[in-house]
């Protein structure tokens, strides 16, 4: 059996090892001797501990490697690149690894300065959005700076050695590289496990609704994932405002592992929006127990090469959804379907349009199953498991 190693560096406000690759690479177990280093900081000992167990009980090798954050940020991950180059040459050759599956720059910049060429058979880069597109749009970063032209050389570097590219999106071709071959993108899909994100229970259901006082003609929006700049909370309110406006006792849930990033809210609407900070095994009930789910996202180039995640999560839930145009291949994917609402921006008037159309559409059996056959056409677990197999088995062009 062939051995692959998995590697990643994920910030502690974040569950995509546990949430959205843990799935995946248990899909794979069939063919593959799994390894995975992650490399992050901080978080919860207990969590950490817990996440430990998980990878070990799925039979999967998991390392943990801490992030130096001291004397600062910058310095301290200069450490950890130099540190994890050696440490990754010497944990290949020691459990004599065949397949490297990389996603993001950091680590990428890791396996070319350990390995060059490699004695492993086979790379994959996967480049799950265009982060470095991300910080110059949300963060400030400038595009002509050396820091950006030394970390968009380590990502050119890491597609042209790569055998194969794994993306969200077909738009994200021209941002991440001029010079290769194009038929070594593939898009892959964040597939969700269609049975732990479905409807559930009715019964299961109204005790939820209930636990969150909500009202015979009240509606339930919910948002679930992370926020900054780019997620577009306070339009989200906005749009619940007018949404509260229609249908009197209505909330908003938002899901988060940073709630502190909320805020203040307003006065008036402190008793209508749930914010909570959830382990992802609790996320799947708060999901079925809503009626839509909310994929805002400020357009901008970064944002060309993304698929939220949420999308898939809230449509096997059987939720119908209100997301932003133009962000990735969302309209591809999800344009013209019933279940579906995209707005273009967040300008008074389209948020008019998305509470209206939640107003008179969500409630509808015939939406909400609609919901649950476009997640399971699209997103599902499934789906991603074939791609990513597909992704380490063949050979580009």
């Known amino acids: 059996m062939r051995k692959l190693l998995f590697i990643s560096w994920d910030g502690p406000q974040v569950n995509y090892l546990e949430g959205l690759f843990l799935p995946i690479l248990e899909g794979l177990r069939d063919q593959y001797d799994l390894h995975i280093i992650q490399f992050t900081w901080g978080g919860d000992p207990q969590a950490n501990a817990v996440l430990a167990t998980t990878f070990r009980n799925s039979g999967i090798h998991y390392t943990r490697r801490e992030v130096v954050r001291s004397p600062n940020v910058g310095v301290g991950t200069l450490k950890t690149l130099w540190r994890g180059k050696s440490f990754i040459r010497k944990y290949i050759r020691t459990h004599y690894i065949d397949l490297l599956l990389v996603r993001s720059i950091f680590p ?4 070319l ?7 492993t058979e086979r790379w ?3 480049a799950d959005g265009l982060p470095l597109e991300e910080r110059v749009d949300f963060a400030g970063m400038n595009p002509g700076g050396l820091i950006f032209r030394l970390l968009k050389r380590v990502e050119s570097k890491m597609i042209e050695r790569s055998d194969r590219v794994l993306i969200r999106s077909v738009q994200a071709i021209p941002y991440l590289t001029k010079k290769v071959d ?12 269609p049975e732990r ?7 299961q259901r109204q005790d939820m609704r209930k636990e969150w006082g909500l009202t015979e003609d009240g509606l339930a929006l919910i948002y679930a994932g992370s926020l900054g700049p780019q997620y577009c909370l306070d339009q989200m309110i906005q749009l619940f405002e007018l949404v509260l406006q229609a249908r009197p006792g209505s909330i908003l849930i938002l899901l988060t592992a940073n709630p502190e990033l909320v805020g203040r809210l307003p006065v008036q609407l402190v008793t209508n929006i749930l914010v909570k900070s959830l382990p992802a095994r609790e996320v799947p009930p708060y999901l079925a127990a809503a009626d839509v789910g909310l994929a805002f996202r400020q357009q ?4 060309k090469g993304v698929f939220p995640i949420k999308i898939g999560e809230y ?3 059987g939720l119908p959804v209100v997301a932003t145009l133009d962000i990735g291949d969302t309209d591809t994917l999800l344009g013209g379907e019933n279940a579906c609402l995209l707005v273009d921006g967040h300008t008074p008037d389209q948020l008019k349009k998305a509470a209206d159309w939640i107003v008179q559409v969500v409630r509808r059996p015939e939406v909400r199953e609609a919901a649950r056959r476009l997640g399971l056409e699209r997103f599902s677990l499934q789906q991603s498991i074939d791609a990513y197999r597909s992704a380490l088995e063949e050979r580009a062009g």
């Open 108 to 111: 990428a910049a890791m396996v």
């Open 197 to 203: 994100f479905h409807p559930g229970p009715w019964a």
């Open 315 to 317: 449509l096997l839930s």
């Open 124 to 126: 994959i880069f996967d």
């Open 182 to 193: 194009s038929n070594i993108f593939q898009v892959v899909s964040n597939g969700r496990d």
């Open 300 to 303: 901008a180039p970064s944002m």
């Open 113 to 119: 300065g350990s390995l060059g060429k490699g004695p």
